[in-house]
Each structure stands twice: as structure tokens, then as C-alpha cells.
């Protein structure tokens, strides 16, 4: 993956762990900005949200370098930290229906 951060540009490899990403959203690798949606739930509503917000303010997340990405609900952490690794900013967006809540709660991701 090639990316130009402040007119520096990076070539890093891109973890296996991320295949998924590769395969079905390739694109999220063009954005600045990336929200890991826990699943298809919040994958959905946030892309409502965004076309309520274009269609009463004219304000795109896409021109912005925002992209959602389906985080196949127990890999959305892993793709977050790793994503995050590889530079870009990242939110981590899910819900509480799963077992390992209080895990979630207490994994920050940042930049080393």
C-alpha cells in the first residue's frame, strides 16, 4: 500500500489480517478517514446518516476522505488496530449485543 502522509510518500505491507478489507472494500485504503462499523447494523445506519446529512446540508463525509467499512462484527477491533497501524484515522463504531462488551470498552486504538 502506498500512501503520501505530508508530502512523505509510504509503501507498507498491507497484513494478512486485512484480506477481507482488500477483497470487499478496496477503497477504504484511498480515505483518510475510516469508521470500522461493528456490522451490517451500524453499517447501514451510518451510511443513512450520512445521506440525511448530504441531503439537508449539502455536507459529504466522502469529500471529507470518510469512508465506512462492514467490520464483520468480532474482526472490527483487529481492523481497527491494524488499520490505525498503518496510519490512518480511525473510528471504531458498535453496538452491546455481544459477550465480549467490556473488552471493546477498554481497547483504545492508537498511534504508536
Not at 78 to 104: I, Q, T
Request: hydrophobic share 35%.
Amino acid at each position: 500500500m502506498t500512501r503520501n502522509i505530508n508530502g512523505e510518500t509510504i509503501i507498507q505491507a498491507v497484513s494478512e489480517e486485512l484480506q477481507d478489507v482488500v477483497r470487499k472494500m478496496p477503497e477504504a485504503f484511498l480515505a483518510r478517514k475510516i469508521v470500522i462499523c461493528e456490522g451490517k447494523t451500524e453499517l447501514g445506519f451510518s451510511f443513512s446518516l450520512a445521506n440525511y446529512w448530504e441531503s439537508e446540508s449539502d455536507f459529504n463525509l466522502s469529500y471529507h476522505g470518510v469512508i465506512f467499512v462492514d467490520g464483520n462484527g468480532d474482526s472490527a477491533i483487529k481492523y481497527s488496530e491494524k488499520l490505525n497501524l498503518l496510519g490512518y484515522d480511525v473510528c471504531y463504531w458498535a453496538d452491546s449485543d455481544k459477550h465480549n462488551l467490556e473488552k471493546r470498552k477498554n481497547t483504545r486504538i492508537n498511534k504508536e
